[in-house]
C-alpha cells in the first residue's frame, strides 16, 4: 500500500511539472521566406558613343548646262569603304525607345568616266566625308533593338575634268552638300553597357551646281555643271553606354 501511494505522488508530481517545463520553452522563430529573383531587363536610356565601318555606295549624274540647253556627260556608280563614329542619347519608355544621333564617317567613293559631252576629256567625281543628324525611333525586346531613323545628310564632294590625252586637269571644284536621309537597323546588347549592331541608310543628295570658266575651247560652251547624288551605306557598328543595366522586369513591364 505504501508503494502504491508513493506511485501516485510521483505520477501527479511529473503531471504538474511537465506543463510547467513545455511552457517555458522559447517560440519557435518564423523566417519569412526571401522574394523571388527578378532578372533585370536591358535599358537603353542614356547617352552613348560609338565607331562603325562598313560599305558604301554613290551613284551620281554629271550634266553640262550651255546657253543651248543642257548636255548630259554620264552617270556612274563609285563604292568603297566608310569608318566613322557616332554619339547619341536615346531613352525607353516601356518597349519604345526614341533616339538622337550625330554620325561622321571618312568616305573613299570615287569614280572616273569618259565624258559624253566630249569623249577626248573624263570626269572625276569623288566623295570623302558623310555625316548625318538624325532622329530614331525603335522596339525593344530587352537586349534586342530594333529601330528606323530619319533627318539630314550632308558629304563632302570633289569634281574634276581633265585631258584624256595628257592627263592635264582643265577644271575642279569642291562642295558640301545637305540633303535627306532615312535608314533602319538592328542592335543587341551583349553586356551591360557594350551593343553591336548592323545598320543601313539612303542618303537623298539631291542636284549640286557648279559654276567654273576655263580657256580650253572644248569647255568654252559650258556655264556650269549639275551634279545629281544618292548614297547607300551599309555599316557595323559598336557602341558603349554610360549609366547602369537596368531594373527589375517587374517594375518596367
Same mark, same amino acid.
Given at each position: 500500500?505504501?508503494?502504491?501511494?508513493? +506511485? !501516485?505522488?510521483?505520477?501527479?508530481?511529473?503531471?504538474?511539472?511537465?506543463?510547467? *517545463?513545455?511552457?517555458?520553452?522559447?517560440?519557435?522563430?518564423?523566417?519569412?521566406?526571401?522574394?523571388?529573383?527578378?532578372?533585370?531587363?536591358?535599358?537603353?536610356?542614356?547617352?552613348?558613343?560609338?565607331?562603325?565601318?562598313?560599305?558604301? $555606295?554613290?551613284?551620281?549624274?554629271?550634266?553640262?548646262?550651255? +546657253?543651248?540647253?543642257?548636255?548630259?556627260?554620264?552617270?556612274?556608280?563609285?563604292?568603297?569603304?566608310?569608318?566613322?563614329?557616332?554619339?547619341?542619347?536615346?531613352? $525607353?519608355?516601356? $518597349?519604345?525607345?526614341?533616339?538622337?544621333?550625330?554620325?561622321?564617317?571618312?568616305?573613299?567613293?570615287?569614280?572616273?568616266?569618259?565624258?559624253?559631252?566630249?569623249? !577626248?576629256? *573624263?570626269?572625276? +567625281?569623288?566623295?570623302?566625308?558623310?555625316?548625318?543628324?538624325?532622329?530614331?525611333?525603335?522596339?525593344?525586346?530587352?537586349?534586342?533593338?530594333?529601330?528606323?531613323?530619319?533627318? +539630314?545628310?550632308?558629304? &563632302?564632294?570633289?569634281?574634276?575634268?581633265?585631258?584624256?590625252?595628257?592627263?592635264?586637269?582643265?577644271?575642279?571644284?569642291?562642295?558640301?552638300?545637305?540633303?535627306?536621309?532615312?535608314?533602319?537597323?538592328?542592335?543587341?546588347?551583349?553586356?551591360?553597357?557594350?551593343?553591336?549592331?548592323?545598320?543601313?541608310?539612303?542618303?537623298?543628295?539631291?542636284?549640286?551646281?557648279?559654276?567654273?570658266?576655263?580657256?580650253?575651247?572644248?569647255?568654252?560652251?559650258?556655264?556650269?555643271? &549639275?551634279?545629281?547624288?544618292?548614297?547607300?551605306?551599309?555599316?557595323?557598328?559598336?557602341?558603349? &553606354?554610360?549609366?547602369?543595366?537596368?531594373?527589375?522586369?517587374?517594375? &518596367?513591364?
Amino acid at each position: 500500500m505504501k508503494k502504491f501511494l508513493l +506511485a !501516485t505522488v510521483g505520477l501527479v508530481v511529473l503531471g504538474s511539472v511537465a506543463p510547467a *517545463s513545455a511552457a517555458d520553452l522559447a517560440a519557435r522563430p518564423y523566417t519569412k521566406a526571401p522574394p523571388p529573383m527578378l532578372a533585370p531587363i536591358y535599358d537603353w536610356t542614356g547617352f552613348y558613343i560609338g565607331a562603325n565601318g562598313g560599305w558604301a $555606295q554613290s551613284h551620281g549624274c554629271v550634266d553640262f548646262i550651255t +546657253a543651248v540647253g543642257t548636255v548630259a556627260s554620264g552617270c556612274g556608280d563609285r563604292s568603297g569603304g566608310v569608318a566613322g563614329g557616332q554619339i547619341g542619347y536615346r531613352w $525607353q519608355t516601356n $518597349q519604345f525607345v526614341f533616339g538622337l544621333e550625330a554620325q561622321g564617317d571618312w568616305a573613299d567613293l570615287k569614280n572616273t568616266r569618259v565624258s559624253l559631252f566630249d569623249p !577626248t576629256l *573624263s570626269t572625276t +567625281a569623288k566623295t570623302d566625308a558623310i555625316g548625318l543628324f538624325t532622329g530614331q525611333l525603335g522596339w525593344a525586346w530587352n537586349s534586342t533593338l530594333l529601330y528606323v531613323k530619319g533627318g +539630314a545628310a550632308v558629304t &563632302r564632294n570633289r569634281f574634276d575634268i581633265f585631258d584624256n590625252a595628257t592627263g592635264i586637269g582643265l577644271v575642279s571644284s569642291s562642295n558640301t552638300r545637305w540633303g535627306a536621309a532615312v535608314g533602319a537597323g538592328f542592335e543587341y546588347g551583349f553586356t551591360p553597357n557594350w551593343s553591336v549592331g548592323v545598320e543601313y541608310d539612303h542618303l537623298f543628295m539631291g542636284h549640286a551646281n557648279n559654276s567654273f570658266s576655263v580657256v580650253d575651247p572644248r569647255l568654252a560652251a559650258v556655264l556650269n555643271d &549639275r551634279i545629281s547624288q544618292d548614297v547607300d551605306m551599309v555599316t557595323v557598328r559598336v557602341n558603349y &553606354r554610360l549609366g547602369g543595366y537596368g531594373a527589375p522586369i517587374a517594375a &518596367r513591364y
